[in-house]
């Protein structure tokens, strides 16, 4: 391998380096290290000085020692279990190298009798002598011992000498490659470059400077890969020209007349976006987003019924069956009756679903309602002009790319989700798309009160449960498990449930992950019938199903989760009249970060704030919803620690846009950062 300016090559298989083979290449794809790009960013952990030469004589126990050697005499005792010996001098004294499992002819190789030989290893003593058993290092050229040598956190079947000599001859080879950033923000690192700043990255005597100039532009490298990305995405859709729908609000007021609210201010200003959106000649690509219960439903129904009206056919797409049956019933409610909308479902029979979809096929159903699957379903649709698409923090800007596509390009599409995300974060998360942003909740809504509750205190939480009862509330009971694990000592749902069942017979039911599709759409169902009282389950309630009628939501293990999931599982209830509560189960006293967590929890009821803060305290990794939210996890960067990056970025591709700047100028970075097929498209 030559030092080259081709850094494609960095994308190459390690087997492209010398000296790796297959079995290298299988064990380090184990840890999701498929080419050379991706082995940089495994940092050393520490380093072993192995610089300092040591005479036998000043050697000391215990310690890491490098020493130069001659080797005098072979000791091999060829008997099970004795190691092999080499006794070695210096001028001041002797030393054993101690050998178990390793074969004469390999001894006699590397210490050949009355050489000199440098080796390094950890000092011991015995019978009076100095030894190193199994010397790490044994060579004639003292050169490739005598340094610093980095410690990587090492997989079974690669050793420390094997995995440094990689890293090493990447190291030596790394490419030149064109400067990606404008002047001004490399002043900002110091006019760090890209390969010297891989360099000090790997130096072991820099572990943990995460401050430094050459860390934090490899971090800003990868947040202006991922901002670009959804920047083109979000140019080539918005070049996409559509016909325009044409409507008038007329929809809006029948609807409204229907209901006993008003709009929120930021339901009509999210509304009015839409809208505009849907009468322009480009094609929309906009995400609603809003806490849960601020009401996103109504707005989506709203729209959909504008462009219905302008001619085209809606698909509304739901996490699951019943969030989907819920929203069917809510449009067959408001929308007028000449307007023929369907739902498909699993329990859809066959017949019927033929008919639907040749009634889809000639434009006589305007809007249908489903899961995910109407998508995969061969529905034809004779003139689709919108897609919405519910609850969608499942998504990464890859697959959205792929359902805006899908539609066509008269077709607008609209996602809601109810994934707080920080500030910082949210170019990051959605820089494909517009946003619209609904903070402020219904005026009727009370504050879910929030309380902690120990468990040695579950009789006080059961006589509550029966008061609430007894005034005709419904309970969801949420438990970390389904069934009881021997290594987690959490609460599990069958174990509560049996619990329950004792005492209140007839009215306990449960839910979990477990229970199949069809039982678990028929539970849901009774329970919104108010056929029971207690449900038992895990935190699939979480996703966006309204139960006005549930008033109680009791959370065991409750420090197990992030606040934004503890919100969101809250919010599940107090979409009612009454005054709803939540009551958090610990196991123990909680710790000062677990009160403060909490009382963030009962203080605040606005998602964004919770996320905030929940970021602040736990990192964001564990935020709900952000493992699958479309923000990839990044190498280096960090929402929390460069915060103040992900702003720069921010501005970064702003000024790209206004400048329109060549794409191809970050090619490379691209390329590199951003490995899917998706670039292609872009540049
Ligand atoms: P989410 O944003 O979590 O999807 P929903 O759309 O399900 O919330 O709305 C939650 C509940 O609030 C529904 O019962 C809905 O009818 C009601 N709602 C929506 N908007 C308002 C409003 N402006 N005032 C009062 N209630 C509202
Ligand atoms: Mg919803």
């Given at each position: 391998?030559?030092?080259?300016?081709?850094?494609?090559?960095?994308?190459?298989?390690?087997?492209?380096l010398?000296?790796?083979?297959?079995?290298?290449?299988?064990?380090l794809?184990?840890?999701?290290?498929?080419?050379?790009?991706?082995?940089?960013?495994?940092?050393?952990?520490?380093?072993?000085?192995?610089?300092?030469?040591?005479?036998?004589?000043?050697?000391?126990?215990?310690?890491?020692?490098?020493?130069?050697?001659?080797?005098?005499?072979?000791?091999?005792?060829?008997?099970?279990?004795?190691?092999?010996?080499?006794?070695?001098?210096?001028?001041?004294?002797?030393l054993?190298?101690i050998?178990?499992?390793?074969?004469?002819?390999?001894?006699?190789?590397?210490?050949?009798?009355?050489?000199?030989?440098?080796?390094?290893?950890?000092?011991?003593?015995?019978?009076?002598?100095?030894?190193?058993?199994?010397?790490?290092?044994?060579?004639?050229?003292?050169?490739?011992?005598?340094?610093?040598?980095?410690?990587?956190?090492?997989?079974?079947?690669?050793?420390?000498?094997?995995?440094?000599?990689?890293?090493?001859?990447?190291?030596?080879?790394?490419?030149?490659?064109?400067?990606?950033?404008?002047?001004?923000?490399?002043?900002?690192?110091?006019?760090e470059?890209?390969?010297?700043?891989?360099?000090?990255?790997?130096?072991?005597?820099?572990?943990?400077?995460?401050?430094?100039?050459?860390?934090?532009?490899?971090?800003?490298?990868?947040?202006?890969?991922?901002?670009l990305?959804?920047?083109?995405?979000?140019?080539?859709?918005?070049?996409?020209?559509?016909?325009?729908?044409?409507?008038?609000?007329?929809?809006?007021?029948?609807?409204?007349?229907?209901?006993?609210?008003?709009?929120?201010?930021?339901?009509?200003?999210?509304?009015?976006e839409?809208?505009?959106?849907?009468?322009?000649?480009?094609?929309?690509?906009?995400?609603?987003?809003?806490?849960?219960?601020?009401?996103?439903?109504?707005?989506?129904?709203?729209?959909a019924?504008?462009?219905?009206?302008?001619?085209?056919?809606?698909?509304?797409?739901?996490?699951?069956?019943?969030?989907?049956?819920?929203?069917?019933?809510?449009?067959?409610?408001?929308f007028?009756?000449?307007?023929?909308?369907?739902?498909?479902?699993?329990?859809?029979?066959?017949?019927?679903?033929?008919?639907?979809?040749?009634?889809?096929?000639?434009?006589?159903?305007?809007?249908?309602?489903?899961?995910?699957?109407?998508?995969?379903?061969?529905?034809?649709?004779?003139n689709?002009?919108?897609?919405?698409?519910?609850?969608?923090?499942?998504?990464?800007?890859?697959?959205?790319?792929?359902?805006?596509?899908k539609?066509?390009?008269?077709?607008?599409?609209?996602?809601?989700?109810?994934?707080?995300?920080?500030?910082?974060?949210?170019?990051?998360?959605?820089?494909?798309?517009?946003?619209?942003?609904?903070?402020?909740k219904?005026k009727?809504?009370?504050?879910?009160?929030?309380y902690?509750?120990?468990?040695?205190?579950?009789?006080?939480?059961?006589?509550?449960?029966?008061?609430?009862?007894?005034?005709?509330?419904?309970?969801?009971?949420?438990?970390?498990?389904?069934?009881?694990?021997?290594?987690?000592?959490h609460?599990?749902?069958?174990?509560?449930?049996?619990?329950?069942?004792?005492?209140?017979?007839?009215?306990?039911n449960?839910?979990?992950?477990?229970i199949?599709?069809?039982?678990?759409?028929?539970?849901?169902?009774?329970?919104?019938?108010?056929?029971?009282?207690?449900?038992?389950?895990?935190?699939?309630?979480?996703?966006?199903?309204?139960?006005?009628?549930?008033?109680?939501?009791i959370?065991?293990?409750?420090?197990?989760?992030?606040?934004?999931?503890?919100?969101?599982?809250?919010?599940?209830?107090?979409?009612?009249?009454?005054?709803?509560?939540?009551?958090?189960?610990?196991?123990?006293?909680?710790?000062?970060?677990?009160?403060?967590?909490?009382?963030?929890?009962?203080?605040?009821?606005?998602?964004?704030?919770?996320?905030?803060?929940?970021?602040?305290?736990?990192?964001?990794?564990?935020?709900?919803?952000?493992?699958?939210?479309?923000?990839?996890?990044?190498k280096?960067?960090?929402?929390?620690?460069?915060?103040?990056?992900?702003?720069?970025?921010?501005?970064?591709?702003?000024?790209?846009?206004?400048?329109?700047?060549?794409?191809?100028?970050?090619?490379?970075?691209?390329?590199?950062?951003?490995?899917?097929?998706?670039?292609?498209?872009?540049?």
């Amino acid at each position: 391998m030559k030092n080259n300016n081709n850094y494609e090559f960095l994308l190459n298989k390690l087997t492209s380096l010398n000296g790796v083979g297959k079995k290298t290449t299988e064990i380090l794809k184990k840890k999701g290290i498929t080419n050379i790009f991706d082995i940089l960013w495994r940092l050393p952990k520490s380093y072993i000085d192995r610089s300092k030469k040591s005479k036998i004589n000043e050697l000391q126990i215990g310690q890491i020692s490098t020493i130069t050697i001659k080797p005098i005499k072979y000791s091999f005792p060829r008997i099970r279990n004795l190691p092999n010996k080499v006794t070695c001098k210096d001028d001041t004294g002797y030393l054993d190298c101690i050998f178990f499992n390793s074969y004469e002819g390999y001894i006699k190789k590397i210490l050949p009798i009355n050489q000199n030989i440098t080796v390094s290893g950890k000092v011991g003593y015995y019978k009076k002598k100095y030894q190193i058993t199994n010397p790490s290092y044994v060579s004639k050229d003292e050169s490739i011992i005598e340094k610093i040598h980095s410690k990587y956190r090492l997989t079974e079947g690669i050793n420390e000498k094997y995995y440094n000599k990689i890293i090493d001859q990447i190291l030596n080879n790394l490419p030149i490659i064109p400067e990606w950033h404008d002047k001004k923000i490399l002043k900002k690192f110091n006019n760090e470059k890209w390969n010297d700043s891989i360099i000090k990255l790997h130096d072991p005597k820099n572990i943990g400077n995460f401050q430094s100039s050459y860390y934090r532009r490899l971090a800003f490298d990868e947040i202006l890969a991922s901002l670009l990305i959804s920047s083109e995405i979000r140019k080539k859709i918005k070049k996409i020209k559509k016909k325009n729908k044409v409507f008038n609000i007329g929809q809006f007021n029948e609807i409204q007349k229907k209901l006993n609210f008003n709009l929120t201010n930021d339901q009509k200003n999210a509304l009015e976006e839409i809208n505009f959106d849907l009468k322009s000649k480009n094609k929309m690509f906009r995400l609603l987003q809003g806490d849960v219960g601020s009401g996103k439903t109504i707005v989506a129904l709203i729209s959909a019924l504008n462009v219905v009206e302008s001619g085209f056919q809606v698909a509304l797409m739901s996490p699951t069956e019943i969030l989907s049956r819920q929203h069917y019933s809510l449009a067959k409610k408001l929308f007028p009756k000449n307007i023929s909308i369907e739902i498909l479902s699993g329990k859809t029979e066959n017949k019927q679903k033929i008919s639907i979809y040749k009634k889809i096929k000639e434009n006589e159903i305007k809007v249908i309602f489903g899961t995910h699957s109407l998508f995969q379903k061969k529905i034809n649709f004779s003139n689709l002009g919108y897609i919405i698409i519910d609850e969608q923090h499942k998504f990464g800007v890859k697959q959205r790319k792929s359902l805006s596509d899908k539609g066509g390009k008269n077709c607008d599409v609209l996602l809601m989700s109810a994934t707080p995300i920080p500030r910082t974060l949210i170019m990051s998360v959605y820089g494909d798309m517009d946003i619209s942003i609904i903070r402020e909740k219904p005026k009727n809504r009370k504050k879910v009160i929030t309380y902690s509750k120990l468990e040695s205190k579950l009789s006080d939480v059961v006589n509550f449960v029966k008061k609430q009862i007894k005034d005709g509330d419904q309970i969801f009971w949420v438990c970390p498990l389904i069934k009881e694990s021997k290594k987690i000592d959490h609460e599990s749902a069958i174990n509560k449930y049996q619990y329950l069942k004792k005492i209140f017979p007839n009215s306990v039911n449960i839910l979990h992950g477990n229970i199949d599709k069809i039982e678990k759409e028929k539970i849901l169902n009774s329970f919104l019938k108010k056929k029971f009282n207690i449900l038992v389950s895990t935190t699939i309630i979480e996703v966006g199903i309204d139960f006005p009628n549930a008033n109680v939501i009791i959370i065991e293990n409750a420090n197990k989760f992030g606040l934004s999931q503890l919100h969101q599982l809250r919010g599940r209830v107090g979409r009612g009249e009454k005054q709803a509560s939540c009551i958090l189960m610990f196991k123990s006293n909680l710790s000062e970060n677990a009160k403060k967590r909490i009382n963030i929890l009962k203080n605040s009821n606005d998602g964004f704030i919770i996320s905030e803060e929940d970021m602040k305290l736990r990192g964001f990794g564990d935020l709900l919803g952000f493992k699958q939210s479309g923000l990839k996890s990044y190498k280096l960067a960090d929402p929390i620690h460069n915060a103040d990056l992900f702003t720069l970025g921010e501005e970064e591709i702003k000024r790209i846009e206004k400048e329109e700047i060549d794409i191809k100028r970050y090619k490379p970075l691209l390329k590199l950062y951003d490995q899917a097929d998706i670039i292609n498209d872009i540049i």
